[in-house]
C-alpha cells in the first residue's frame, strides 16, 4: 500500500508543511486512500537511527519545503 510522507511542523493535518527535512519537528505518514495518518516525532542528532521508522519501502512520495543545503 502506497504512503506518502510530509514533513510536519505539527502532529495533526492541518499542520503547516516543514521547511527543512532534517531539522521538522514532526513527519506525517499518510494514506492517500483512507487520509488516515499517524505522526512521529522529529529525529534529533541524537538518535539518527530512527529514521528507519521514517523511510520505510511503503513510502512512495515526500513532500517538505527543502531538502539538503
Not at 10 to 39: C, N, W
Amino acid at each position: 500500500m502506497e504512503k506518502y510522507l510530509v514533513a510536519a511542523s505539527g502532529d495533526i493535518m492541518e499542520s503547516k508543511v516543514s521547511g527543512r527535512f532534517g531539522h521538522s519537528g514532526y513527519y506525517l505518514i499518510i494514506d492517500p486512500q483512507t487520509s488516515g495518518f499517524h505522526a512521529i516525532r522529529g529525529i534529533g542528532k541524537d538518535d539518527p537511527q530512527r529514521i528507519g521508522e521514517i523511510i520505510t519501502p511503503d513510502i512512495r512520495k515526500a513532500i517538505v519545503g527543502n531538502i539538503g543545503p
